[in-house]
């Protein structure tokens, strides 16, 4: 079992960035492929991006590529989301998440979550 506290969440102008840190314990986090979700109020929860155990595989949301990177530290037991270029519609609570499998864009397959750190991005 492992347990993941996110940080680095704020408030933020459109354009400016930010970096989320998720930092996990109980479990040796290479375990895990991990992934960072949000949810926006009143929306489902949405896949931003997912890593694989070791790191070379990455999946991002279309509306995010080329502006957020995730990146894993394994010996920090540590998952990072570089958030660059930011907007007003990546506002949300931002999660990550941690599943058993290679890689996966299914929430279902995640069985770990963090408690969400809070993204504003003004306008």
Request: glycine share 10%; aromatic share 10%; hydrophobic share 35%.
């Amino acid at each position: 079992q492992v347990q993941l506290v996110e940080s680095g969440g704020g408030l933020v102008q459109a354009g400016g960035s930010l970096r989320l840190s998720c930092a996990a314990s109980g479990s040796t986090s290479s375990r895990y492929s991990m992934g960072w979700f949000r949810q926006a109020p009143g929306e489902e929860h949405e896949l931003v991006a997912a890593i694989s155990k070791i790191g070379d595989t990455i999946y991002y949301k279309a509306s995010v590529k080329g502006r957020f990177t995730i990146s894993r530290d394994n010996a920090k037991n540590t998952l990072y989301l570089q958030m660059d270029s930011l907007k007003p519609e990546d506002t949300a609570v931002y999660y990550c998440a941690a599943s058993a499998a290679m890689l996966s864009v299914e929430k279902g397959r995640y069985a770990y979550w963090g408690q969400g750190t809070q993204v504003t991005v003004s306008s």
